[in-house]
């Protein structure tokens, strides 16, 4: 039978760690059992997870009687302090126990018990065939703007440094979901540009992995890109993202909370990334009432520029704000332009892609004669359509949050500390290896079929404080 564990305060620091990191892990294994009568859309559900999920029922048969359910603490895990034991109980609802129960669950009496279930052979495919081959990777929960969309205006509460992952940590599990399938890894924050050893980082990912990734992106604010961005094309940045809601300074201050000057900074950077990353760089506005009339001067920008423009749908979060009535949805925003011709969609592709229709120039040839010369768009127009016509059915995404929390969805509640995993003394790097595969893999069994389990916007909006901000997810 599979305990949970009681953190008291006559344990260690390190001990408490252990503790709360294999609780969390082993929450998601026990909640598998659960997984056919929770999920809303069992019929869509791959056929041959069945035999997997009957095994585990097995394997993780627990007395619930006997047994305190945990899963909600991974929930709020970035919110809680190691060192305050009482604030930690009340997350997670923990009974007293006597001293003979919390004996019997020691650290690696559960370690053995993880240990125990089967090594599963493909770990990234979920129980409807998604395979997951694209992981998103938060390095920073800080960001120098306060979109209104992402976060309260004083900011969200911030974590210690050293409860984030480190260059060294990121790249132990880039290492492990690569050498598993994943060929595209993005950067993403807060804002990514404030982590000092960014370079660096990006160095490693594209050189000390065992296979070559296809990607590695990023997404930034682009209020210090330009500085920074020919170092990181060299260490083999090969795509960026820049967030930008509005092409008037005052207007992108007022949807920023920050100076109109910064605007100047990020429209510098969309033109040195047009230079040195030519149809590998995209700008994400987030379409709201306040920039709808920019529309089709955001889709001018492409016609000359070798870069695409995304229109998002404004999605609920924690504490952004988010209303009916401040949404705008993919036929809105195709309300607002016009000469738009259908592109064909990659097959996981989250952007239903257009063109500008190509353009007749009149031009003077050598005789100075006039001549008219069609002229297509350099760059795509894309919508992202999360709320109105999700993507959810082709997603291969995975994400890492700063501190080192796998969320299998960005709309879902449910995380797992890697991290803490990670951190455990004295595990050998092939033990290590293993209990990622299998709390990994697991971890993916739990991935809805759409928007993290919810129907629809509404619903996301009615649950949004079950999870995180977004700055603090990774955009």
């Known amino acids: 039978m599979i305990a949970t564990t009681t953190i008291v305060s006559n344990r260690s620091t390190s001990s408490r760690r252990q503790c709360r990191s294999f609780s969390t892990n082993v929450a998601v294994l026990r909640d598998a059992e659960d997984y056919?009568?929770?999920?809303?859309?069992?019929?869509?559900?791959?056929?041959?997870?069945?035999?997997?999920?009957?095994?585990?029922?097995?394997?993780?048969?627990?007395?619930?009687?006997?047994?305190?359910?945990?899963?909600?603490?991974?929930?709020?895990?970035?919110?809680?302090?190691?060192?305050?034991?009482?604030?930690?109980?009340?997350?997670?609802?923990?009974?007293?126990?006597t001293a003979e129960e919390e004996q019997?669950?020691?650290?690696?009496?559960?370690?053995?018990?993880?240990?125990?279930?089967?090594?599963?052979?493909?770990?990234?495919?979920?129980t409807f065939g998604r395979k997951h081959s694209y992981l998103r990777v938060s390095l920073s929960e800080r960001c120098n703007l306060r979109c209104l969309y992402c976060m309260p205006e004083d900011g969200v509460p911030l974590q210690p440094p050293e409860n984030l992952l480190s260059n060294n940590e990121i790249m132990q599990l880039a290492t492990w979901f690569n050498r598993h399938g994943v060929n595209k890894i993005r950067l993403t924050g807060g804002e990514p540009l404030l982590r000092k050893d960014l370079v660096d980082l990006v160095y490693k990912l594209n050189n000390k992995l065992p296979y070559p990734l296809e990607q590695i992106g990023m997404t930034t604010n682009g209020v210090t890109l330009s500085k920074y961005l020919?170092?990181?094309?060299?260490?083999?940045?090969?795509?960026?993202?820049?967030?930008?809601?509005?092409l008037n300074a005052d207007k992108f201050a007022k949807l920023t909370r920050r100076p109109p000057?910064?605007?100047?900074?990020?429209?510098?950077?969309?033109?040195?990334?047009?230079?040195?990353?030519?149809?590998?760089?995209?700008?994400?506005?987030v379409v709201m009432p306040d920039n709808v009339n920019e529309l089709q001067s955001f889709c001018e920008l492409s016609r000359n520029l070798p870069i695409d423009v995304r229109f998002i749908e404004y999605m609920p979060f924690n504490e952004n704000n988010w209303q009916?009535?401040?949404?705008?949805?993919?036929?809105?925003?195709?309300d607002q332009i016009h000469g738009l011709e259908r592109e064909e969609d990659g097959p996981n592709d989250t952007t239903k892609w257009w063109r500008l229709q190509s353009r007749n120039l009149r031009i003077r040839d050598d005789d100075n004669?006039?001549?008219?010369?069609?002229?297509?768009?350099?760059?795509?127009?894309?919508?992202?359509?999360?709320m109105s016509e999700h993507f959810c059915g082709t997603c291969n995404r995975l994400r890492l949050t700063a501190d080192g929390q796998l969320k299998v969805c960005l709309f879902g509640k449910t995380e797992v500390s890697l991290r803490d995993l990670l951190r455990q003394q004295g595990l050998s790097d092939t033990c290590t290896d293993d209990l990622l595969n299998k709390i990994i893999h697991y971890s993916v069994q739990r991935k809805n079929f759409k928007l993290g389990g919810h129907k629809d916007m509404e619903d996301l909006k009615a649950h949004s404080t079950e999870n995180r901000p977004m700055t603090l997810i990774g955009g």
Not at 105 to 118: A, V, Y
Not at 230 to 246: E, F, K, R
Not at 261 to 280: F, G
């Open 36 to 97: 056919e009568e929770d999920n809303s859309v069992s019929e869509h559900r791959h056929s041959s997870s069945r035999p997997r999920l009957i095994a585990l029922r097995r394997q993780l048969s627990i007395d619930n009687k006997n047994n305190v359910r945990i899963s909600d603490y991974a929930t709020n895990a970035h919110r809680m302090n190691d060192d305050h034991t009482s604030s930690i109980k009340e997350h997670l609802g923990v009974r007293k126990k």
């Open 104 to 126: 019997e669950q020691s650290l690696s009496e559960l370690m053995n018990q993880i240990e125990s279930l089967p090594l599963p052979k493909e770990p990234l495919i979920d």
């Open 230 to 246: 020919p170092d990181l094309v060299d260490a083999g940045l090969t795509h960026v993202n820049i967030s930008l809601d509005s």
């Open 261 to 285: 000057a910064y605007h100047d900074r990020v429209m510098a950077a969309i033109e040195d990334c047009a230079r040195l990353l030519p149809n590998q760089t995209k700008i994400n506005c």
């Open 324 to 334: 009916t009535n401040g949404f705008v949805s993919y036929k809105q925003m195709q």
């Open 369 to 386: 004669d006039d001549k008219r010369e069609k002229r297509e768009s350099l760059g795509r127009i894309g919508f992202i359509t999360s």
